[in-house]
């Protein structure tokens, strides 16, 4: 059972990446936190999945705007084993982590 940070990524623009799967027998409950360092607007992504490629109805957010220096964050997602925390970005310079607890 892992508690704290559970994935970290720097994401590269236009590019779905697995920030943290959720192991399989488990539940998580996470907070993902979003970042844009970047210097340009990103528009960026989150989706809880079965798979590296989300479908529609697996988004939490889609094309969400972020302002250089803007914050995004979504807390108490509870999430269950196999699944799978994707994020993406038009624009590089965004970073994700995922934060919580398994059990």
């Known amino acids: 059972m892992a508690t704290g940070t559970l ?3 720097a994401l590269a623009a236009a590019t779905n990446t697995t920030v943290y799967t959720v192991p399989n027998g ?3 409950t996470i907070i993902i ?3 844009n360092q970047g210097p340009s607007v990103a528009a960026v992504r989150l989706a809880v999945s079965a798979t590296d490629t989300p479908t ?3 988004y939490l957010e889609y094309n969400a705007p972020m302002s250089v220096g803007g914050v995004l964050e979504r807390t108490g997602i509870v999430v269950s084993g196999d699944k799978k925390v994707v994020a993406y970005s038009t624009a590089a310079g965004v970073t994700i982590n995922v934060y919580g607890y398994e059990a």
């Open 7 to 9: 994935g970290q990524a």
């Open 26 to 28: 488990q539940t998580a």
């Open 33 to 35: 936190n979003a970042v």
């Open 56 to 58: 529609d109805a697996e």
